[in-house]
């Protein structure tokens, strides 16, 4: 029984489950960061090496302007208040995705959290932030292209946002929806896809238990026969 190496979550749902309360958009988000820190603590615990999560798409920009406000104010925040603790926890924090149009004070907490986490080796944590996958790919080939270099499956994956996490091996999406929603593309090419109807805020410890489980049952084939594989 192999664990996941990697593993991506879609965290969606904060809205409705808000809405359902008849609370805020944003009280939702605020309630969706108490469940990725207990998403956090459960990986490390169950020694994931490598965790990504989607916190906000190239797309989200589309949002009213309040909450992708608050959205950015989280971020600063919880940038501030969980580098230290994440470190002592052993995790090594990565934002990835386009930094270029984010404030001075995002750009400046992110360097600064990131530098924090550096030396932990226990797991990566990548928080994905105006990130798409489509991106990823395309700003992948245009480094190649500037060096000059061949493109090919090695050296494009090299240029990907966070090589140091490999394949996505288990990619979970909360909130009834079944897609990736541009999401990692690329490295999630042979993941094992877990859907749950809990929304994001509602989503626990033993649901992503859950999902390991299921996944652990997984036969992964990568393009093989059940017998080559057995053989
Ligand atoms: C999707 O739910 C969720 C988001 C776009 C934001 C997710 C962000 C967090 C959980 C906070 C992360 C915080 C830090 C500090 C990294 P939705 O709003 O699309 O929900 P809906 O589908 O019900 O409308």
């Known amino acids: 029984m ?3 190496n990697h593993v991506a979550v879609i965290m969606d749902g904060n809205g409705r489950w808000a809405q359902q309360r008849l609370m805020p958009r944003i009280e939702g988000h605020r309630r969706g960061i108490a469940a990725l820190r207990t998403l956090v603590e459960t990986a490390r615990r ?3 090496a ?3 999560v989607f916190a906000f798409s190239s797309e989200n920009w589309k949002r009213p302007a309040d909450e992708v406000q608050g959205l950015m104010r989280f971020f600063v925040a919880g940038l501030k208040k969980e580098a230290v603790p994440l470190r002592d926890a052993g995790v090594r924090m990565h934002v990835v995705g386009d930094r270029s149009v984010f404030s001075e004070d995002l750009n400046a907490a992110i360097d600064e959290a990131e530098d924090i986490g550096k030396d932990a080796s226990g797991m990566h944590f990548n928080i ?3 990130y ?3 991106w990823d790919i395309v700003q992948a080939a245009q480094m190649l292209q500037k060096e000059d270099s061949p493109i090919t499956l090695e050296s494009l994956e090299q240029k990907l946002c966070m090589p140091w996490s490999g394949p996505v091996d288990l990619m979970i999406r909360t909130g009834g929806e079944r897609r990736i929603s541009n999401f990692i593309l690329w490295q999630a090419a042979y993941a094992e896809l877990w859907f749950s109807d809990a929304l994001w805020p509602d989503f626990s410890a ?3 238990a859950a999902a390991l489980s299921w996944f652990e049952g997984r036969e992964r084939r990568f393009g093989m026969t059940s017998a080559q594989l057995k053989a």
Do not use: H, Y
């Open 2 to 4: 192999t664990k996941p």
């Open 50 to 52: 490598n965790l990504s």
């Open 46 to 48: 169950s020694q994931i």
């Open 128 to 130: 994905c932030l105006n």
């Open 132 to 134: 798409g996958g489509r």
């Open 206 to 208: 033993a649901d992503f």
